[in-house]
């Protein structure tokens, strides 16, 4: 049986990874960090705390889907624990120094971050950057859309396909992306632009359309239930678990 600490337990898929582990057979909550009182139920013995030390010591592996503050308050426990565990990653909306503390902690134990848990966006980065290397002289637009509450746009799953297209075109992204048109006058040749709408309870869609004249392809993913998310998640917990030290890529989890 495999540990699972739990961070982000209340949130929405936090709670998605809760009911997925209980039914799970190789899996045991390990522990359940809350920031204020336990609102939801948990199985008999689950331990619960708001101390960081006690919940890394409690597991064998973390998941965390909480806020980008949160995330780093978790890494920098982690980085100054003398006992790390594995964790895998996928909240959205981290900065350059969120991920430099992944990279350090990934020295010390397994980490793995992925903006995105489905199979479905893991093969799709894999198609957009083949076609963005073929059809070089389409104009690459990503739309995305996602629920109301949704604090980070654009997407983490958008950026993470806008990287896919850069590559595929041997680009950085900095220097083609292009994430707000307004003032940016007619579209400039080779620019990747991406568009994010907030609205109801989408789970998450993304579209990557390659535009030429006189014909258009659009490769378009559906998120019609954050259960995905869940799922992808616990396989990564159970991949990463008793892996080396290293930061790796859901697609070695899908490979
Ligand atoms: P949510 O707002 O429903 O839940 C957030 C959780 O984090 C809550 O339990 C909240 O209590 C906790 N939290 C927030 N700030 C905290 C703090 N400072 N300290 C401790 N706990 C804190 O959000 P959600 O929809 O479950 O999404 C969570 C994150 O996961 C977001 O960043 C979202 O973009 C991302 N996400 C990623 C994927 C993926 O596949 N990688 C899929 C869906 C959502």
């Keep these: 049986m495999i540990k699972v600490g739990i961070f982000g337990a209340s949130g929405r898929v936090g709670q998605l990874i809760i009911q997925e582990a209980k039914a799970h057979r190789n899996i045991e909550i390990g522990a359940v960090f809350v920031r204020k009182e336990l609102d939801f139920?948990?199985?008999e013995g689950s331990f619960v705390t708001n101390d960081f030390n006690a919940f890394i010591q409690c597991c064998d592996v973390i998941i965390d889907f909480s806020s980008k503050e949160a995330t780093n308050a978790l890494l920098q426990a982690l980085e100054s624990s003398s006992s790390p565990v594995p964790c895998v990653i996928g909240t959205t909306g981290l900065d350059e120094q969120d991920f430099a503390l992944i990279d350090s902690c990934s020295k010390r134990v397994p980490m793995l971050y992925a903006?995105?848990?489905s199979l479905g966006i893991a093969v799709l980065r894999q198609v957009v950057e083949q076609v963005a290397a073929k059809l070089t002289q389409a104009d690459i637009e990503i739309s995305e859309i996602h629920h109301r509450y949704k604090k980070d746009a654009p997407s983490g799953t958008a950026l993470s396909l806008a990287?896919?297209?850069?590559?595929?075109?041997?680009?950085?992204?900095?220097?083609i992306l292009v994430t707000d048109r307004i003032s940016q006058g007619a579209r400039k040749d080779g620019e990747l632009s991406i568009i994010s709408l907030?609205?109801?309870?989408?789970?998450?869609?993304h579209c990557v359309g390659f535009y030429l004249d006189g014909e258009y392809l659009e490769l378009t993913h559906n998120a019609t239930n954050r259960l995905t998310f869940a799922k992808g998640a616990l396989a990564c917990a159970i991949w990463l678990a008793n892996k080396p030290p290293k930061l790796y890529e859901i697609d070695e989890v899908f490979a």
């Design 115 to 117: 903006s995105n848990m």
């Design 198 to 205: 907030r609205g109801g309870d989408v789970a998450g869609r």
């Design 41 to 43: 139920s948990l199985p």
């Design 163 to 175: 990287e896919s297209c850069a590559k595929g075109r041997n680009r950085p992204l900095k220097e």
